[in-house]
């Protein structure tokens, strides 16, 4: 998983911009030790990649590539099921901006889900 085909699986739901429509700014998703930074704008995602914007990231979510694989596969086991989940397990970390996390919980959760799609 990178990246760039996060973003092509995002790019392939317009439901999934629809609900995202006020989410704009930069997401940093660090799978293990790569960071990747989305740039979301009214929902969809203009750029991802593993280089950091010049802007401010705005919302942060951190867990080692281990976790990240399990929450994608495409029936999880329980603890690996769900973002909150990962929370519970002390396994993800969220910094930044949580409002912007909690006001938008179902598009994180959605858009960060879209690889199980892919598996």
Not at 24 to 40: H, K, R, S
Not at 71 to 95: C, I, K, N, S, Y
């Amino acid at each position: 998983m990178t990246p760039e085909t996060l973003k092509r699986l995002s790019d392939a739901d317009p439901a999934l911009a629809r609900r995202g429509a006020l989410v704009d700014g930069v997401i940093q998703v660090d799978v293990g030790a790569e960071p990747w930074y989305l740039t979301v704008e009214r929902g969809a995602i203009r750029a991802a990649g593993t280089r950091p914007p010049a802007g401010p990231v705005r919302l942060r979510l951190s867990a080692p590539r281990a976790e990240w694989e399990a929450f994608w596969e495409p029936r999880p086991r329980p603890g690996h099921h769900d973002v909150m989940a990962l929370m519970r397990r002390r396994v993800l970390t969220v910094e930044g901006d949580l409002h912007l996390f909690m006001a938008h919980l179902r598009y994180v959760k959605d858009l960060l889900e879209k690889p199980r799609s892919a598996a």
